[in-house]
């Protein structure tokens, strides 16, 4: 059964402290791993998408990488506008099926 | 631009009646997706259609049905309304599978009530 596991499920950060969000998955054959980013009271907004281990993408403050098991979103020097929550999804090669884990809630403190 | 338009945006129901959300994208995707999300579930998907007149379910279907009869329409029907489907509800589109890079788009949610 395809499956994703995010860690922490939350996380407070002073203004410009970096760290990482992780997120592990399992998926006979990965079509794609997505990130979103959202905000509250609004849908999820897309961000990246990685296909093969080795991958890394990268959006202002933002670079996420992929290895065969798992992904990090990696969040440099944050700003308060980055607090959110940070979704990660897996897309199987058998269908368009997108499958979420459960997030990780950041929040940037000024 | 393209967006995908849920409505209503909020809704109050009683337990037992039927309730219809509605789903409207302009983006001309084949695909088409439902889910809830709920504290400690995350995003759960509901049904899913791939083209016109083809409906799927996803992992959380019963209580809950959908139909296509058009690209740009996928309402979404829960046919005798439990206070357990109370959630937020999120529509998505993505191109088929035709294309590799077929990330989702995005409504911004109807919020359900059911008393």
């Known amino acids: 059964e395809d499956q994703v596991t995010q860690s922490p499920e939350a996380l407070r950060l002073q203004e410009g402290e970096s760290s990482s969000l992780n997120c592990s998955y399992t998926?006979?054959?990965?079509?794609?791993l997505f990130w979103y980013r959202q905000d509250p009271g609004k849908g999820p907004e897309f961000l990246f998408t990685l296909y093969s281990a080795g991958e890394e993408k990268e959006k202002e403050r933002l670079k996420a990488t992929l290895t065969k098991k798992e992904s990090f979103l990696h969040i440099t020097a944050p700003k308060p506008e980055d607090s959110a929550t940070y979704l990660c999804?897996?897309?199987?090669?058998?269908?368009?099926?997108?499958?979420f884990g459960k997030g990780t809630r950041l929040h940037i403190l000024p | 631009d393209a967006e995908i338009t849920q409505s209503p945006r909020h809704k109050i129901t009683e337990t037992g009646r039927q309730v219809t959300l509605a789903c409207h994208q302009t983006w001309n995707h084949n695909n088409m997706f439902w889910y809830r999300q709920d504290l400690g579930h995350g995003l759960r998907l509901i049904h899913y259609s791939y083209g016109v007149h083809d409906t799927n379910k996803g992992e959380v279907s019963d209580g809950y049905s959908v139909s296509r009869s058009n690209t740009e329409d996928l309402p979404l029907t829960l046919e005798s309304a439990a206070s357990s489907q109370t959630s937020v509800y999120f529509c998505a589109s993505s191109e088929s599978t035709s294309s590799y890079n077929s990330p989702l788009h995005f409504g911004n949610g109807t919020r359900l009530t059911v008393t």
């Open positions: 999804a897996v897309q199987a090669d058998r269908d368009d099926k997108i499958i």
């Open positions: 998926v006979s054959g990965l079509r794609g």
